[in-house]
């Protein structure tokens, strides 16, 4: 990020992170979120010695990703030269209809959820470092060369490419090693029938994580819009920044998601409490004394890492790290409604959180301008912790069988 941000400047790299999120916004609407799916079914049918309804699973969601990811890349394709102008890169739609295709290297749901279902996680965590390492290696070499917008589009490309294949390959192979690609069938009639809920589960996913885009992509889109592509990157950098906080705590919520299922499997609801609680405090005690330091040295580091003219992201990039504390006290809270079959209540909250968001982003964005996004950000995170914090107390509260069922 700082080299792409030093070698094409403010301008150029904000148009950069413009076509990046229009991309990513695009394959967040078409995405089932099957890991879901994979890791709850798949749990059930592990434990019941159901073979064939797991090979079921995985083949009912390795379909999805493929249709949503296909339909996507032609959607955002088509819709470039429309959008493209509004989004403040008019003139480079065809640089942006090109990228779109990496929507097709985004369906990558199937696989994680079966390295995750097999507690592969130390795959997991070499294999994400893919994408970030392929980035870093081309813009150190585009740096040294002289890249511009095109190189870097290329680079970021051939690394959603590189993070797609290894997680489908290995995958694939730990499929093999456990021998559940030995009698493998490929019809697709009746692959839902064994699993009951499993089409509910997947459009309320679905539609959580399009409403969670609104809080994320969507916002360095409609700043792009209102403020110009300059104030895109600005809030982009603060973004990534604040989203190194984030990695040990979204390392953690994959991995006590599983744990969550199995103990929601045998209506354990006090030991998924029990889990969720310490989880949050954890994370939670860490990130405050985090916020408080990245808060004093903003500046300064903005300065060091991406150059002077990057110090105008400091104060947003302090509201980031506040709204990052926040959500890591709360981050349990919606694996526990998912994992309880109560998906639809998550999504509930998230549309309720999502609509008063826009209209803080629209109040802040004019009284105070990018600094307004930050705001809004932390504000929005405070009320989804509060509501979904109520639904989890009053499904716990009403017991294992209401928590299916209410």
Same mark, same amino acid.
């Given at each position: 990020?700082?080299?792409?941000?030093?070698?094409?400047?403010?301008?150029?790299?904000?148009?950069?992170?413009?076509?990046?999120?229009?991309?990513l916004v695009?394959?967040?609407?078409?995405?089932?979120?099957?890991?879901?799916?994979?890791?709850?079914?798949?749990?059930?049918?592990?434990?019941?010695?159901?073979?064939?309804?797991?090979?079921?699973?995985?083949?009912?969601?390795?379909?999805?990703?493929?249709?949503?990811?296909?339909?996507?890349?032609?959607g955002?394709?088509?819709?470039?030269?429309?959008?493209?102008?509004?989004?403040?890169?008019?003139?480079?739609?065809?640089?942006?209809?090109?990228?779109?295709?990496?929507?097709?290297?985004?369906a990558?749901?199937?696989?994680?959820?079966?390295?995750?279902?097999?507690?592969?996680?130390?795959?997991?965590?070499?294999?994400?470092?893919?994408?970030?390492?392929?980035?870093?290696?081309?813009?150190?070499a585009?740096?040294?060369?002289?890249?511009?917008?095109?190189?870097?589009?290329?680079?970021?490309?051939?690394?959603?490419?590189?993070?797609?294949?290894?997680? %489908?390959?290995?995958?694939?192979?730990?499929?093999?090693?456990?021998?559940?690609?030995?009698?493998?069938?490929?019809?697709?009639?009746?692959?839902?029938?064994?699993?009951?809920?499993? %089409?509910?589960?997947?459009?309320?996913?679905?539609?959580n994580?399009?409403?969670?885009?609104?809080?994320?992509?969507?916002?360095?889109?409609?700043l792009?819009?209102?403020?110009?592509?300059?104030?895109?990157?600005?809030?982009?950098?603060a973004?990534?920044?604040?989203?190194?906080f984030?990695?040990?705590?979204?390392?953690?919520?994959r991995?006590?998601?599983?744990?969550?299922?199995?103990?929601?499997?045998v209506?354990?609801?006090?030991?998924?409490?029990?889990?969720?609680?310490?989880?949050?405090?954890?994370?939670?005690?860490?990130?405050?004394?985090?916020?408080?330091?990245?808060a004093?040295?903003?500046?300064?580091?903005?300065?060091?890492?991406?150059?002077?003219?990057?110090?105008?992201?400091?104060?947003?990039?302090?509201?980031?790290?506040?709204?990052?504390?926040?959500?890591?006290?709360?981050?349990?809270?919606?694996?526990?409604?998912v994992?309880?079959?109560?998906?639809?209540?998550?999504?509930?909250?998230?549309?309720?959180?999502?609509?008063?968001?826009?209209?803080?982003?629209?109040?802040?964005?004019?009284?105070?301008?990018l600094?307004?996004?930050?705001?809004?950000?932390?504000?929005?995170?405070?009320?989804?912790?509060?509501?979904?914090?109520?639904?989890?107390?009053?499904?716990?509260?009403?017991?294992?069988?209401?928590?299916?069922?209410?």
């Amino acid at each position: 990020m700082a080299l792409a941000a030093r070698v094409l400047g403010s301008e150029q790299f904000g148009i950069l992170i413009l076509i990046h999120a229009y991309a990513l916004v695009v394959a967040t609407v078409v995405r089932f979120n099957g890991w879901y799916a994979v890791i709850r079914y798949g749990t059930m049918c592990l434990s019941e010695g159901r073979r064939s309804d797991l090979q079921g699973v995985i083949r009912f969601t390795s379909l999805l990703d493929a249709g949503g990811a296909a339909v996507g890349a032609l959607g955002a394709v088509a819709a470039a030269p429309l959008l493209g102008p509004w989004l403040g890169w008019q003139d480079v739609i065809e640089l942006g209809q090109l990228y779109s295709l990496t929507i097709i290297f985004n369906a990558v749901d199937t696989p994680m959820g079966i390295l995750r279902l097999f507690d592969r996680f130390d795959l997991i965590a070499w294999l994400r470092l893919c994408s970030p390492a392929c980035r870093c290696l081309g813009a150190i070499a585009a740096f040294a060369l002289g890249g511009d917008l095109r190189v870097f589009l290329t680079i970021w490309f051939v690394a959603e490419v590189a993070d797609a294949v290894l997680l %489908w390959g290995f995958a694939v192979r730990e499929l093999a090693r456990r021998g559940y690609l030995a009698g493998m069938s490929f019809t697709v009639r009746g692959l839902s029938r064994p699993h009951p809920g499993i %089409w509910r589960l997947l459009w309320s996913t679905n539609l959580n994580s399009t409403l969670g885009m609104v809080l994320g992509r969507m916002t360095t889109l409609v700043l792009g819009s209102a403020l110009g592509p300059a104030s895109a990157g600005f809030y982009s950098v603060a973004t990534q920044f604040a989203a190194v906080f984030d990695r040990p705590v979204e390392m953690l919520r994959r991995t006590i998601y599983p744990e969550l299922s199995r103990l929601s499997a045998v209506a354990d609801v006090a030991a998924m409490r029990g889990l969720a609680v310490r989880s949050g405090l954890l994370v939670g005690t860490i990130m405050v004394p985090l916020v408080l330091v990245v808060a004093t040295f903003a500046e300064w580091v903005l300065a060091l890492v991406m150059g002077e003219g990057y110090i105008a992201a400091a104060t947003v990039l302090s509201w980031l790290m506040v709204r990052q504390a926040i959500l890591a006290f709360g981050f349990p809270l919606g694996l526990m409604l998912v994992s309880l079959g109560q998906a639809t209540a998550l999504l509930k909250v998230n549309l309720v959180t999502s609509m008063l968001y826009v209209a803080l982003l629209m109040a802040s964005l004019s009284l105070w301008g990018l600094d307004g996004a930050g705001i809004a950000a932390a504000a929005a995170a405070a009320l989804a912790t509060v509501l979904s914090g109520t639904v989890v107390a009053r499904i716990v509260r009403l017991g294992p069988g209401a928590a299916i069922t209410t």
